[in-house]
């Protein structure tokens, strides 16, 4: 196919205005599934238009606001115009409700009602127009869509289990007014049905007919049918008659239900309206590989009969389907795109959702069925072009000469004049010039029609006066009207000149829109190189803070250790208060503090290695033991609860000296500086990596999520503290249909490239915050995740934000891994270590310095 290439499409329409299919929208690969962003409208604002003559399709960008609802959407023609109703948006099944015109002279949009707050927003119904009562009227019919804000009680409308309704709402809407108005309905109406075809049988007139779609019968929704109505309008009432089975003569068995099929209606001037129904999906959800003819619907004696055509025609739905008569006797049927397959998907959780596949060989995107009318009175199929024939030279000459069939056809419809009629048609000349020398000449009409009588000879002149008065007075109107005609044309002709006037300013300001765009274009081009130099730069400045900051954890170590040595003399000495605020560095550097608070404890003394067993407590019994253990236990509770008690004084004296009493908010910001400084701690990559090559800790934590996929496969998983990402990554590997990760700390960022770089980026979503305060896409996960444990379990623990994110999303409360921990505790004992910490201060130099 030559000029722009075609997109795969399908839920699409393609009518024709002269020789020309205007395809718009549909559902396509590059379709931005949002309600409206910039980027859609760029997409639906333009039209590709198919020119038979040349076989191209030229893209064109119109002007106004095109519809929102780009599938499945209602669409007819009148004249130079294409009216779209209703529609998909592409997302979260979002339904519309608007009516809006294409001029295609113009290419501009226009919306044609402000009554969309009392219709019904859908898709899959149905538009006709017809012409009746001297007016034009749309006829919408049908479709499937979301709750009504206005229920018609001559209507139904079916709620479906799925939240949808699916309606029988009928609409007539006056081109010439913009108004709608419902009609009363008669005879046998169809039920609420979406997805079904509808034509007009008649050129100029008020019937239609409509075919398939799908129903919900005796509980079941999705129950396609093969129904046949046909509908006669009028300005109040729409009466319905349906054909049964046996109504219309057909080859075989009655006919197959489907859906989402394609049809056309063929008006030939010597052949009686024929419906073409091609493809669709059958009850089975299966293609339904056949062509459709009904004839003599003008009639009343309907006929339907099968034609032959290759599965690369038929095997389609939500395509389109075009009639376009090329002779009296020939037309060609423009199929365009559609699905090839459809299937259920297992989306988990026991739910599947429908997978269609759209056409994608190229050869079968946009083929042309020809028709020819044969002897035996019917149509049959002459040839099947794809898309290689197409771009041949073929194509063109068969195209060429039915342009000159065409060219003889409108020849044959000139009728020559008599022998008789060409001496009239002198003798009214003769009277014409006669009328025009008696008006000069201010004579009256009625004398010059007597001196023109008499130059009438034989015994004729009286018939031949007759008819010659007669003509007189009849071409007098066609003057009148022909003049009236030219008059009205020449008005529209002024006002097309002043809208392409109109156009063309628009274009020269468009064009001026588009430099000042291009200028600002460029002008945040440079501005982005410099940002560039500035983000390298500060790439710099981030590796020697870097550094600094892993010094800075080498000196914190240096500074716990210190930390330690106050927090065992604070245990080991009951200091007061005030001696706190005395204290200096100085007074922890003695070793002394690694006493035991309670002397001789026996727990400390054991050793647990030697020999694998514990040595005995001299000839003591077992229950002195026990005793003797208790009551040391107790001074050693007694002694903790005191060393709490100092430790909290102490930190209401630290805090005391290090923020002003008249500052009632300054004990709530350290707090705050405390906790961003806990999650400062965690941006750096040293920590994660000291956690990351914890072999231990890793192979627990991949072994048990790969190695228990059912708990993780097709489910939501929320990873709270997800540092570098390495649990999500997990998640996926075992198979998660998503994973939300929370982290406070800047780690996250570098968690965000890391799937990125892993090409997980689709299954993983970040959110940085505290879990107390963050929002989640979803209202509910199905497991939690969380490396939640501190130091000696509980030291810098997150339990508290894991429980809280627990009752908060998770479906079921039991899944959270890990659930479930074990604390041993082992006392030990090194001699050696005891002497020389310990025994040494007996015997110093021959001085004992216990107190030390």
């Known amino acids: ?93 979002c339904y519309n409700n608007t009516l809006n015109v294409l001029n295609t002279i113009k290419m501009e949009w226009t919306s044609c009602s402000n009554a969309k707050q009392s219709l019904m927003k859908k898709s899959l119904a149905g538009m006709i127009s017809l012409e009746f009562d001297g007016a034009e009227y749309l006829v919408i019919i049908g479709g499937l ?23 029988n709402e009928q609409l007539l809407y006056n081109v010439s007014t913009g108004q709608f108005t419902v009609p009363s309905v008669s005879g046998q109406c169809c039920p609420p049905t979406d997805g079904f075809i509808i034509e007009k049988i008649t050129t100029t007139g008020n019937r239609g007919i409509m075919f398939g779609g799908m129903v919900t019968v005796n509980g079941d929704e999705t129950t396609f049918t093969n129904s046949v109505y046909i509908l ?84 389609r739905y939500s395509h389109s389907l075009t009639a376009v008569t090329m002779s009296p006797h020939c037309v060609w049927l423009v199929i365009v795109g559609g699905y090839e397959r459809f299937r259920m998907k297992d989306v988990g959780g026991g739910k599947k959702e429908p997978i269609s596949t759209l056409i994608g060989d190229t050869n079968r995107l946009i083929m042309i069925i020809e028709l020819v009318y044969s002897e035996a009175g019917e149509w049959i199929v002459q040839s099947v072009l794809d898309g290689n024939d197409l771009t041949s030279k073929n194509y063109q000459e068969k195209y060429e000469l039915y342009s000159k069939t065409r060219t003889w056809w409108m020849d044959q419809l000139i009728e020559y004049p008599t022998e008789r009629e060409m001496k009239l048609q002198r003798y009214i000349q003769s009277l014409h010039e006669d009328l025009q020398v008696a008006h000069e000449s201010k004579v009256s009409l009625q004398e010059a029609l007597v001196e023109a009588n008499k130059q009438v000879k034989g015994d004729d002149s009286n018939d031949i006066m007759s008819s010659v008065l007669e003509e007189m007075r009849q071409e007098q109107e066609k003057l009148i009207e022909e003049k009236q005609i030219i008059t009205e044309d020449h008005e529209k002709l002024k006002l097309k000149v002043a809208d392409n006037e109109v156009f063309i300013t628009e274009i020269l300001e468009e064009k001026t829109q588009v430099e000042e765009k291009k200028q600002i274009i460029t002008e945040s081009y440079e501005k982005l190189k ?65 006493v035991p608070v309670v002397p001789d404890d026996p727990l400390l003394q054991i050793d647990w290695e030697e020999e694998g067993k514990i040595e005995e407590w001299g000839d003591t019994s077992l229950k002195e033991r026990l005793e003797l253990t208790e009551k040391q236990l107790l001074l050693t509770r007694t002694a903790l609860d005191n060393a709490l008690k100092d430790l909290n004084q102490m930190k209401e004296t630290m805090r005391e000296l290090t923020t002003s009493s008249t500052d009632p908010d300054a004990t709530m910001e350290t707090a705050v500086e405390e906790k961003d400084s806990y999650f400062s701690n965690y941006g750096h990559h040293g920590i994660h990596e000291e956690m990351l090559k914890d072999k231990v800790r890793m192979d627990s934590y991949e072994l048990f999520i790969t190695k228990n996929t059912e708990i993780f496969k097709d489910k939501v998983v929320l990873d709270i503290g997800c540092g570098t990402g390495i649990l999500s990554l997990f998640a996926v590997k075992a198979g998660a249909s998503h994973v939300f990760a929370i982290d406070q700390s800047p780690i996250i960022y570098k968690a965000v490239e890391i799937v990125r770089e892993n090409g997980v980026d689709d299954k993983i979503t970040f959110i940085r915050g505290e879990v107390e305060s963050a929002r989640l896409p979803v209202d509910s996960v199905d497991v939690l995740i969380s490396e939640w444990m501190g130091y000696f379990l509980l030291f810098e623990s997150m339990l508290d934000t894991v429980l809280y994110a627990r009752d908060k999303w998770l479906n079921d409360k039991k899944n ?19 002497n020389s910490k310990i025994k040494f201060w007996e015997n110093v130099r021959g001085s004992k310095q216990t107190k030390n």
């Open 1 to 93: 196919m030559s000029g722009q290439s075609f997109k795969m499409r399908a839920e699409h329409k393609a009518p024709i205005i002269g020789e020309s299919l205007y395809l718009w929208a549909g559902n396509q690969f590059d379709l931005p599934r949002v309600h409206d962003s910039l980027q859609k409208r760029e997409l639906t604002s333009r039209v590709d238009v198919y020119q038979l003559s040349t076989a191209d399709w030229l893209s064109h960008l119109t002007r106004g606001t095109p519809p929102l609802g780009v599938m499945d959407y209602s669409c007819t023609t009148s004249h130079s115009n294409i009216y779209y109703f209703g529609g998909d948006c592409g997302h979260d099944d």
């Open 145 to 167: 869509g979301s709750t009504p804000t206005v229920y018609h009680p001559q209507f139904q409308y079916d709620q479906l289990n799925d939240g949808y309704v699916r309606t």
């Open 232 to 315: 006669s309008v009028t300005h109040s009432i729409i009466n319905w008659e349906i054909l049964k089975p046996g109504a219309i003569p057909n080859e075989g068995p009655w006919l197959m239900e489907r859906f989402s099929h394609a049809s056309a209606i063929i008006n030939g001037d010597s052949t009686s309206p024929t419906l073409v129904v091609i493809g669709g999906l059958d009850k089975n959800t299966q293609l339904v590989n056949e062509c459709l003819l009904f004839d003599s619907m003008t009639t009343g004696q309907y006929s339907c009969r099968k034609i032959p055509l290759p599965e690369s025609v038929t095997g």
């Open 530 to 594: 410099v940002t560039v130099a500035d983000m390298e730069e500060e790439k710099e400045q981030y590796l020697k803070e870097k550094q600094i900051i892993i010094d800075d954890n080498q000196n914190l170590k240096s500074d716990i250790s210190e930390k330690d040595k106050v927090i065992a003399k604070l245990t080991s000495q009951s200091l007061a208060v005030a001696d706190v605020k005395g204290l200096r560095v100085e007074d922890f550097e003695s070793e002394e503090y690694l």
């Open 816 to 834: 959270v891994y890990p659930n479930r921990c074990n604390m041993s505790l082992v006392a030990m004992g090194d001699e050696y270590e005891y």
